[in-house]
């Protein structure tokens, strides 16, 4: 079964760039997504089609997807940033999650 | 507003049976595919099955193929997930979400509040 590898976590200083890295097979081939989660919510996407952002997402969110890797990037990273974080893609009609990276602003 | 509102989780036992229900409003339901997502408690998300706005195709994850079914009712609104024989790694809070797309792919760009499952005797 296809899978996605994320580190489980990332630290960044306020103000400065995050990034969190998605590794599949092939993933450059596929569509990736991005989804952040708080504590205590429901998921919330903010990254669609490798590099699209969904009404009302920062600007400071981007990604990008190429060869085995997809790359969800925060500029500018803020105290309300501190997150989980999940890439997602679909593997034959199977939607497929990566493990979670926890985002830590300090 | 485009909302999702899941219910039917609960207390089960090991090989028992539940129903969740997903409410949907604020769309028309039929154009998109819907998904059932879970997550373990301190565990990251997982997607379980899909189905396209039509209702006649469906998708499973391998985890729960044979135990689970998804169905939907358009002239409802309402996404079904019928769970049997369930397990103690059942244990989930189970989200419904919607896709972008009429069929399998797309984003999950609207997410219920999630309904929690726990299997336990």
Do not use: H
Request: neutral net charge; aromatic residues 10%.
């Amino acid at each position: 079964s296809y899978e996605l590898t994320q580190p489980p976590s990332v630290s960044v200083s306020p103000g400065q760039t995050a990034s969190i890295t998605c590794s599949g097979d092939k993933l450059g081939d596929k569509y990736a997504y991005w989804y952040q989660q708080k504590p205590g919510q429901s998921p919330l996407l903010v990254i669609y089609q490798d590099n699209k952002r969904p009404s009302g997402i920062p600007e400071r969110f981007s990604g990008s997807n190429s060869g085995n890797t997809a790359t969800l990037t925060i500029s500018g990273t803020q105290a309300m940033d501190e997150a989980d974080y999940y890439c997602q893609a679909w593997d034959s009609s199977t939607g497929v999650f990566g493990g979670g990276t926890k985002l830590t602003v300090l | 507003e485009v909302q999702l509102l899941e219910s039917g989780g609960g207390l089960v036992q090991p090989g028992g049976s539940l129903r969740l229900s997903c409410a949907a409003s604020g769309f028309t339901f039929s154009s998109y595919a819907m998904s059932w997502v879970r997550q373990a408690p301190g565990k990251g998300l997982e997607w379980v099955l899909g189905i396209r706005g039509s209702g006649g195709s469906t998708n499973y994850a391998d985890s729960v193929k044979g135990r689970f079914t998804i169905s939907r009712d358009n002239s409802r609104n309402t996404l079904y997930l019928q769970m049997n024989s369930l397990r103690a790694e059942d244990t989930a809070v189970y989200y419904c979400a919607k896709s972008s797309i009429a069929v399998a792919g797309g984003s999950f760009e609207i997410w219920g509040q999630g309904t929690m499952v726990t299997v336990s005797s």
